[in-house]
């Protein structure tokens, strides 16, 4: 992106940029393993989207379950395009990891009598296997212990800093990050942290749209950052629109209050205006089933009585269940004149969690070598179509462990040793990279333009309306034109007088937006069939033989955008450093797309058989 040039630098053996669970946890074993680690993180430590995870953890830690239960209840939720291997690696490292995270400071709550970790049951599970804490506050309690933890073990932090731009050494591996610190002292404005191996764990891109539970830094910056180094991105079209979200108004913009799906899962359930409980018959599970169908429940029937929101019953729990159980939720309510206590609670779909986004292998590596992420703005294979509730902190916590054995070279769960990335200093000269140690030079060409920052609701309105919970090819087109118009208006100005926006955090991260939602668009308007959360209402159903496989795209070296996907459901391997589309499979069908939507026959794409990295 357009920005100054770096003013200043450090050094260090890894770079993890996020902190929550994903990179707090790879911060921590990467520097329990000697490695000189840095975090960035856009705000505090403490402000991601980790602290707001209600429900809680997913593992099968209790008296009867298995992991082998856990990953079918995955694979179901995932609609047919979860990786089995990815799956089963999560679910059996899963309990011991959530016990290192115990070990690291996390506090659940126990049964006061048998000590016992207490468990809860959410959507898409059959059995309780979510572990919460402070009532429905597990991921502030996850948050502080690795904070915690963090600062306790010494690891330099850079706080209040975007992140910019991937910097590539001569033979195109990591070598580290430009980013803009947000405040003033030693190091502020524009600078840079050289290491061979950066992690992205920067969260969510919930801000592309109008009405999200995620923070306000969750600007796809992470996804943004990746396609611009030309890494692969995948399934970014299944994005989670979470059912019961605290119902503000039509008008309502921004982070939206959360009620959790622990909600349900202790026995409250959804009516609507009338008391009809229109879930039952619509699934076994009722209340209880997976993500997508009950935010598809709850569209159908604000569709068939033309309201704008259901409602949440819950006044059989009686005051005191409410407030230790969930006096997160309790408070939040209150705080917007409703009492769950005594009165219903209004509650509709909002966006939530990025099923897709930066394509890894089980190690979690990238396409781009020494590049790495983990946590929602990666995409390992896990969730599939939908993510199974609760799963999210635990893939963070299990890959977040693999990536640090990667880097570290030392044995992950299964006893095998890591190779190891090495910690030796890159070679790094030309443009865009550090210069040979004396620091990071500018990108010798220019930057594309940059958007000005009210763009941002532009972007967020546009993708409500053509791109959020239904979508069809009028709505996805329309989408697809508006942002392309909002893109070229932008490149106009720099190509005639050389003008763009004025580089700030707030212009950077609304040209982030923009990446992110042209190319989830594009990748949306490929996939003609409803699975998972993505729900094309011209194509209403699931469509197995053509499109049980997954959509890879990836921008080239002159921004056009190469679109394929894979030949089956298996999620094909990682590559770093291989060419666009090498080990993919077979062209998508219809022609590539540009990001604007436009096609673009020239798009190369190459194509080997496809397999898969066990490793």
């Known amino acids: 992106m357009t920005a100054p040039a770096p003013g200043w630098a450090i050094d260090a053996d890894v770079v993890v ?99 016992e970790i207490l468990l809860t049951r959410e959507g898409g599970h059959h059995r309780r296997r979510i572990a919460h804490a402070g009532g429905d506050a597990t991921g502030a309690e996850i948050s502080r212990a690795l904070v915690e933890a963090v600062r306790e073990a010494g690891v330099e932090t850079v706080e209040n800093a975007l992140v910019l731009d991937l910097m590539k050494d001569v033979r195109g591996r990591t070598a580290g990050v430009t980013l803009h610190v947000m405040g003033e002292g030693q190091r502020d404005g524009v600078g840079a942290v050289r290491a061979p191996a950066v992690v992205l764990a920067t969260g969510g891109m919930g801000q592309v749209f109008s009405a999200t539970t995620n923070p306000a830094v969750s600007t796809g910056d992470g996804v943004a950052l990746a396609l611009r180094a030309g890494a692969e991105v995948s399934d970014l079209e299944f994005v989670q629109f979470h059912p019961t979200v605290l119902f503000l108004g039509p008008g309502a913009e921004g982070q939206q209050p959360l009620v959790s799906e622990a909600v349900r899962g202790e026995g409250a359930y959804l009516v609507d205006a009338d008391g009809v409980r229109f879930m039952r018959g619509q699934h076994e599970l009722a209340e209880l089933a997976p993500r997508d169908i009950v935010a598809k429940g709850i569209m159908r029937r604000m569709r068939e009585t033309g309201a704008d929101h259901m409602y949440l019953d819950a006044r059989h729990f009686g005051a005191e269940m409410w407030e230790h159980r969930f006096p997160t939720i309790l408070a939040a309510c209150r705080s917007h004149g409703i009492d769950p206590v005594t009165e219903l609670i209004p509650v509709s779909p909002a966006a939530h969690y990025a099923s897709g986004g930066v394509r890894t292998d089980l190690r979690g590596r990238t396409t781009v070598p020494g590049l790495y992420a983990c946590g929602e703005v990666a995409c390992t294979g896990v969730h599939g179509a939908n993510r199974l509730a609760s799963n999210s902190l635990l893939e963070g916590l299990v890959f977040a462990e693999r990536i640090a054995a990667d880097i570290s070279g030392t044995p992950d769960s299964t006893g095998a040793a890591r190779a190891g990335t090495g910690t030796g200093p890159a070679e790094t000269t030309g443009t865009g990279t550090p210069d040979g140690g004396s620091g990071p030079v500018p990108d010798a060409a220019p930057g594309g333009p940059l958007l000005v920052p009210e763009a941002r609701y532009e972007i967020q309105r546009i993708m409500t309306a053509g791109a959020g919970v239904l979508r069809s090819a009028a709505s996805l087109a329309g989408a697809a034109a508006d942002l392309e118009r909002l893109h070229t208006t932008a490149a106009a100005e720099l190509s005639v007088d050389g003008k763009t926006a004025e580089p700030c955090v707030e212009s950077w991260e609304a040209t982030n937006l923009l990446l992110v939602s042209r190319v989830l668009v594009a990748v949306a308007r490929e996939r003609e069939e409803t699975r998972g959360c993505h729900w094309r209402e011209d194509r209403p159903d699931r469509d197995d033989e053509h499109w049980r496989r997954h959509l890879v795209a990836r921008l080239g070296p002159d921004a056009e955008l190469a679109i394929i996907s894979t030949d089956t459901a298996d999620f094909p391997p990682v590559r770093p450093g291989a060419r666009a589309g090498a080990g993919t499979g077979t062209d998508s069908p219809g022609a590539s797309r540009g990001p604007a939507g436009r096609t673009d026959a020239s798009a190369a794409v190459h194509h080997d058989p496809p397999r898969r990295d066990n490793s």
Do not use: M, N, Y
């Open 17 to 115: 940029v996020g902190s929550g669970v994903a990179g707090l946890t790879a911060a921590l074993r990467c520097a329990a393993a000697g490695r000189k680690t840095v975090v960035v993180t856009k705000a505090r430590l403490d402000a991601g989207s980790t602290r707001w995870a209600q429900g809680g953890i997913a593992a099968a830690l209790g008296d009867g379950d298995t992991p082998e239960q856990h990953l079918d209840d995955t694979l179901v939720a995932g609609a047919g395009l979860c990786d089995e291997t990815a799956v089963r690696a999560l679910v059996t490292e899963g309990p011991d990891a959530v016990r290192r995270l115990i070990g690291s400071g996390a506090r659940f709550d126990t049964d006061a009598g048998t000590g």
